[in-house]
């Protein structure tokens, strides 16, 4: 807000022989946000994760928070619609995606302080790195330029539009709010063939190794357990590049087994280890092997 203050009062030196030029700014961004993941099987269909998010508004934030949204990708709105969405009591959501925003109809359930469960969503896809996005409730919805002499303008407008427009609006890649990191369900590992007699592609491990990056860089991992997972993606790499698929799949089998021992000693989280587990599953599931001719 320091930056955006500045720019407000050289606009003001800079129009100050004209008409007054009155700038509101918009504050969606005057809040602490704390984001718990969680991610399980559905009892009813196995084949489906259950993501659920709790929010806490921390007791030192300036506002209420009034948006919320999960993607796994940079863009606003990105994400692929999911399965099934569930909004907390007082909040709304957009069918079938993963963004939610307060009912303007009630007062807000998330004010400094507050902790909200709720946000719900159903998916096939496996977990995977991500991001959440929140914005605060403004009292003052969005910026609005005028003079004393009730003449508006439209350059003088369009200026300061513009300039909002570099140094607020744009301040994350999704908008005015806050970011992080968080788990959400991402595509599947790609298991595309790189030869006409296998189902082993270098893009299955390279997928696996970069998902481990990624926890690793999240803190979502001890450099001890980031080891002996990398190790073991390049035995089972190892094995298949040379043929040996039953030998690939019995390490990528002996991973699950260290992914779950890791998590139990508290070496990874869960956000590494749902990523990591489910999808070592699914690579070990589909591979497949034989020799030309056969």
Request: charged residues 25%.
């Amino acid at each position: 807000m320091k930056k955006t203050i500045a720019t407000l009062l050289f606009i003001s030196l800079l129009y100050s022989q004209r008409p007054q030029v009155i700038i509101k700014v918009p504050v969606k961004d005057n809040f602490e946000l704390k984001v718990i993941a969680s991610c399980s099987l559905d009892t009813v269909d196995t084949t489906r994760f259950i993501f659920r998010y709790t929010l806490i508004n921390l007791p030192t934030s300036g506002q209420p928070v009034r948006f919320f949204e999960i993607t796994n990708d940079t863009s606003k709105f990105a994400c692929e619609p999911a399965d099934t969405t569930i909004a907390p009591q007082n909040w709304r959501k957009f069918i079938n995606e993963t963004y939610w925003w307060a009912d303007p109809d009630f007062p807000s359930n998330l004010l400094p302080g507050d902790t909200l469960s709720g946000f719900i969503y159903k998916t096939w896809r496996l977990p995977d790195v991500g991001y959440w996005y929140a914005e605060g409730k403004d009292t003052i919805v969005t910026p609005e330029v005028w003079c004393e002499d009730t003449t508006v303008y439209p350059a003088e407008e369009e200026w300061v539009e513009d300039s909002l427009n570099k140094i607020y609006y744009k301040k994350t890649p999704f908008g005015p709010g806050k970011y992080g990191f968080t788990l959400v369900s991402g595509p599947f590992p790609p298991m595309i063939p790189s030869r006409p007699w296998g189902h082993y592609p270098d893009s299955a491990f390279i997928h696996l190794r970069d998902r481990l990056n990624k926890c690793k860089q999240q803190g979502w991992v001890t450099p001890h357990a980031y080891d002996e997972i990398n190790r073991l993606i390049g035995h089972a790499w190892n094995h298949i590049d040379n043929g040996r698929v039953e030998q690939s799949k019995s390490t990528l089998t002996r991973l699950l087994r260290t992914l779950e021992r890791l998590r139990e000693q508290q070496k990874i989280t869960d956000e590494a280890f749902y990523i990591m587990f489910y999808r070592t599953k699914y690579v070990r599931d589909n591979l497949w092997y034989h020799y030309p001719g056969k």
